[in-house]
């Protein structure tokens, strides 16, 4: 046998030996594992064929194997389209399963970092290997962007509680608590001279930790006006109740006392002695809720100046006047009433100023006119009750006011001594009698001075 033919020989025999198991080999790992085929095992594979260039030609096995190998390859290399699941719904489909998990990853992680606490979704998500058929890949950021559309996100948050319920949600329990001390703070005078003596909640008010939805939360001064809001049910939903203490020094105003004396006429007055306010140093004790005041009290007083009571003294003489219809005073004018008791004189009376002269009388007495003129005001008016005023020229009115009845009309012309009206107790009066007086340019005067 020549060399050839044994080497001819040993070569079909090696060829068919190293053959035949990789055949089977290949077979199996394309039934199991078809993906695992690495481009490494590709390229040592290579190698060792063509270090038997003979061989490989003898073998079509061998050839075979390489070629399912390629193919299991190119299968392995190109992948199928993973799915994002939201509560078991396909939301987006990408290249793999790795870009998909990883899309997931850097949502939580930018949402994360723009917050500032770890978040999570609220929903279930997770990745499919296998997208819908037919499916658009998309791009990591359309990815993220349809994570936001369809996914809500929570962190580990605290919650105010108001009795019992939840009110507003924070970050951490370090805001609520913070945001609980902010809000007494609001509601603390900025008096110097008031002592703070209790701060508190009206209501039971509980900081808890629990998961809080992100759109829920509340920074400081968010969750401080959700304490205060007074939209809902017009109240509150939260009461800080403050107690303070004040101690200060008020003025305390003096007493008036009145005295008889038989010197001065009925109705006017003389202080016979000034009054004088004192002072006191007095601490007291409020109670706000909210900012209003609904409860005070005096803890305890002290005085520094007594007052000085203020004396009156009040006159007591009542003159008697005689009347004439005949005989006229040097101002022409007569005694306007058959009544001659004068109750109240023109001037100072009880801190105020009489403006007339009041005839005590009976109801009915007649009155008439001190002076011929002009009616210019007849009819019921205010406190002067059933009034006339007659113009007597110059500048010159007088006054009849009270009366029980009103005799003449405006525009009448009217005599001295010609019956006006009835004596009585109209408007502001206390008694039947006559208020009269005489007017120059619009101010009073003493009617005594021009009657008789």
């Given at each position: 046998m020549s060399n050839e033919h044994v080497l001819n020989n040993e070569s079909e025999k090696l060829a068919s030996a190293e053959a035949a198991p990789a055949e089977a080999e290949i077979t199996k790992e394309n039934e199991l594992k078809p993906a695992n085929v690495s481009a490494a095992d590709l390229q040592a594979l290579k190698q060792k064929l063509a270090q038997r260039p003979?061989?490989?030609?003898?073998?079509?096995?061998?050839?075979?194997?390489?070629?399912?190998?390629?193919?299991?390859?190119?299968?392995?290399?190109?992948?199928?389209?993973?799915?994002?699941?939201?509560?078991?719904?396909?939301?987006?489909?990408?290249?793999?399963?790795?870009?998909?998990n990883a899309a997931v990853a850097a949502y939580l992680a930018e949402q994360t970092k723009e917050i500032g606490s770890e978040v999570f979704?609220?929903?279930?998500?997770?990745?499919?290997?296998?997208?819908?058929?037919?499916?658009?890949?998309?791009?990591?950021?359309?990815?993220?962007?349809?994570?936001?559309?369809?996914?809500?996100?929570?962190?580990?948050?605290?919650?105010?509680?108001?009795?019992?319920?939840?009110?507003?949600?924070?970050?951490?329990?370090?805001?609520?608590?913070q945001a609980l001390e902010n809000l007494k703070l609001t509601y603390l005078p900025e008096d110097d001279t008031m002592q703070v003596l209790d701060v508190k909640f009206k209501q039971e008010i509980q900081v808890q930790p629990q998961e809080v939805l992100v759109a829920d939360l509340a920074n400081l001064d968010e969750a401080k006006l959700a304490m205060k809001d007074t939209s809902l049910t017009g109240e509150a939903p939260v009461t800080v109740l403050v107690v303070l203490e004040?101690?200060?020094?008020?003025?305390?105003?003096?007493?008036?006392?009145?005295?008889?004396?038989?010197?001065l006429r009925y109705g006017q007055t003389k202080v016979k002695q000034a009054g004088v306010n004192g002072s006191r140093e007095v601490t007291i004790q409020l109670a706000q809720a909210n900012g209003e005041e609904i409860a005070r009290q005096e803890i305890s007083s002290n005085t520094l100046v007594k007052p000085v009571?203020?004396?009156?003294?009040?006159?007591?003489?009542?003159?008697?006047?005689?009347?004439?219809?005949?005989?006229a005073s040097e101002a022409g004018m007569i005694w306007p009433t058959t009544a001659t008791r004068i109750s109240s004189y023109y001037g100072p009376r009880s801190g105020d100023?009489?403006?007339?002269?009041?005839?005590?009388?009976?109801?009915?007495?007649?009155?008439?006119?001190?002076?011929?003129?002009?009616?210019?005001?007849?009819?019921?008016?205010?406190?002067?009750?059933?009034?006339?005023?007659?113009?007597?020229?110059?500048?010159?009115?007088?006054?009849?006011?009270?009366?029980?009845?009103?005799?003449?009309?405006?525009?009448?012309?009217?005599?001295?001594?010609?019956?006006?009206?009835?004596?009585?107790?109209?408007?502001?009066?206390?008694?039947?009698?006559?208020?009269?007086?005489?007017?120059?340019?619009?101010?009073?005067?003493?009617?005594?001075?021009?009657?008789?």
């Open positions: 003979k061989l490989l030609l003898a073998g079509g096995a061998a050839l075979a194997a390489v070629l399912l190998l390629a193919v299991a390859l190119s299968f392995a290399l190109a992948g199928e389209p993973a799915a994002i699941l939201v509560n078991g719904q396909q939301v987006a489909a990408l290249k793999d399963e790795e870009q998909a979704f609220a929903e279930q998500v997770t990745v499919a290997p296998e997208a819908r058929e037919g499916s658009d890949v998309l791009s990591r950021n359309k990815a993220l962007d349809a994570l936001a559309l369809t996914t809500t996100l929570k962190t580990n948050g605290a919650a105010i509680l108001v009795d019992g319920q939840p009110l507003v949600f924070t970050a951490d329990e370090q805001t609520a608590k004040k101690t200060k020094v008020e003025e305390v105003p003096f007493n008036t006392s009145y005295e008889v004396d038989g010197t009571e203020e004396i009156v003294l009040e006159g007591a003489v009542v003159q008697t006047a005689s009347r004439s219809l005949t005989q100023n009489h403006s007339g002269l009041d005839i005590d009388g009976d109801a009915g007495d007649p009155v008439w006119a001190a002076k011929s003129g002009t009616v210019v005001s007849a009819g019921y008016h205010g406190t002067y009750g059933n009034e006339v005023v007659i113009s007597h020229g110059d500048g010159l009115q007088t006054r009849y006011a009270h009366m029980q009845s009103i005799s003449v009309s405006v525009g009448d012309e009217v005599e001295i001594g010609q019956q006006v009206g009835l004596e009585g107790s109209t408007g502001n009066s206390t008694g039947s009698h006559l208020h009269f007086e005489v007017i120059i340019n619009g101010s009073t005067t003493d009617p005594l001075l021009y009657i008789k």
